[in-house]
């Protein structure tokens, strides 16, 4: 019976209608620009994308009566909402839950695309525009499947949900996104099912994200004319020379972890350096201090806090010991003993997030897993150091949030970014799958 029933509904759902999805994508690439998310210049108002959501689906929902997609509007800011839409299934125990499909997009400049970022071209199979491949394709084509349930109406024991959020870009402004939708409840039934996230890229599971501690490392030292070394503390060497050593404990401390080969991870943890800065002043002219920026991209496996905490060690167990850092030449040195005068080192820390493993033994995976399979004609999950950090607060939650996408990795917050069409057919018929699979 239930093998019926999940070869009904994968006959209900089809392939995906493409005439249908890149007409719906071209009017969402069409409003890119004015969901760009860079506050406080661009505040994107994701109720433009939608306003084109709703046309494609209100035709079908108990809305308008004429079909049983139930929709939800929710909006926490002006112009910034989420969309809940809704598949009744006949098991009140049963749901699966499609999230993540954001709303807003990176900004873009079109001085430096081969080809204008907001408004969607077509070149052979590649769909080009800021959004193809992140996010807004991933809304065209949920938009695309829920419609398709709408329209069809196969009977599933199963609710299908999807959520269309506002404000994954950026954490800058809080309480308009996912966070908000959770805080208020409109997601806690989908925790008895698989929550798939999709917002990653390349096809295939993305079952393990990083961690992110974006760190400052300040340096002061003493000002002098660069002729007269030997009366200068140089902030420059000292920094160098302070984060040289900092990695090496971090290294040490914080190794390669054995998990990072079960899930696949391109790179271990890392801490390293980003950006430099100092007051300015003439070539000649040792400067006071400096600033070191960066980030530790942290695998799922290890604490943030414990490495935060160490960190600090590092650089407080450095200015006690200034005087044994390695120094730059004959006269380089941290510490002047006939003025009192020594460099010293601070580090400071922006908002941290952890990373995220997803469950390996859960439904949800093995299903997604076999989806893949079924539609790529492989599978192969993997894991970046990129972070995601909306999914942690969610796995957090109690949500078994499983994660997928099917643009590229390689456009995505890329100038010329563009998605392939064949990818998007295959990304539909992993949805549908999943849906089918989880029938029985």
């Given amino acids: 019976m239930a093998a019926a029933v999940a070869d009904s509904a994968k006959e209900a759902l089809g392939d995906l209608n493409k005439d249908s999805f890149v007409t719906l994508l071209s009017k969402l690439i069409g409003e890119a620009e004015h969901v760009q998310n860079n506050p406080p210049e661009l505040i994107p108002e994701e109720d433009r994308i939608v306003r084109h959501v709703l046309d494609v689906l209100l035709p079908h929902s108990t809305t308008t009566g004429g079909g049983p997609l139930i929709v939800n509007y929710v909006s926490y800011h002006p112009n910034r909402g989420n969309l809940i839409v809704e598949y009744p299934g006949t098991d009140p125990d049963k749901i699966l839950s499609f999230v993540g499909m954001h709303m ?3 900004t873009a400049n079109p001085s430096d695309w081969e080809f204008d970022p907001f408004s969607l071209s077509i070149d052979g199979d590649k769909l080009r525009g800021r959004g193809t491949t992140d996010c807004l394709g991933h809304v065209a084509l949920v938009t695309e ?3 398709r349930l709408g329209e069809t109406k196969p009977k599933l024991k199963s609710t ?3 959520v269309f959020i506002a404000s994954e870009e950026n954490s800058s402004i809080t309480g308009v996104g996912v966070d908000a939708l959770v805080k208020d ?5 989908l925790k008895k099912g698989p929550l798939f996230w999709i917002d990653t890229a390349d096809k295939q599971p993305c079952i393990g994200t990083g961690g992110m501690i974006p760190w400052k490392l300040h340096v002061t030292g003493k ?5 007269l070394a030997h009366k200068a503390i140089n902030p420059l060497e000292l920094a160098m020379e302070a984060l040289k050593e900092i990695q090496l404990r971090f290294y040490k401390d914080f190794p390669p972890h054995p998990k990072e080969q079960v899930y696949g991870f391109a790179t271990p943890s890392t801490m390293k350096p980003t950006q430099w800065s100092y007051p300015g002043g003439g070539i000649n002219q040792i400067p006071y201090e400096c600033t070191i920026s960066g980030d530790v ?3 799922p496996f290890y604490n943030v806090t414990d490495v935060m905490n160490k960190l600090q060690e590092y650089v407080d167990d450095l200015n006690a010991n200034i005087e044994k850092l390695d120094v730059r030449g004959p006269v380089s040195r941290y510490v002047l003993p006939d003025e009192h005068l020594s460099g010293r080192i601070t580090i400071s820390f922006d908002e941290a997030f952890p990373g995220v493993a997803c469950n390996l033994d859960s439904r949800g995976f093995h299903v997604l897993c076999k989806a893949t399979e079924e539609a790529v004609g492989h599978v192969k999950p993997y894991s970046i150091t990129g972070s995601l950090p909306l999914i942690r607060d969610l796995q957090d939650e109690g949500f078994d949030v499983q994660t997928s996408g099917y643009g590229l990795m390689a456009t995505y917050h890329a100038k010329n970014e563009y998605c392939l ?10 949805f549908a799958s999943i849906i089918c699979q989880l029938e029985d």
């Fill in 104 to 106: 807003d997009v990176v």
């Fill in 145 to 147: 499947l829920m419609k």
């Fill in 160 to 162: 299908v949900v999807a």
């Fill in 185 to 189: 409840g409109l997601l806690t039934k």
């Fill in 223 to 227: 000002l002098f004319h660069s002729g």
């Fill in 297 to 299: 991209r942290l695998t």
């Fill in 421 to 430: 069409l064949p990818d998007m057919c295959q990304g539909y018929r992993v």
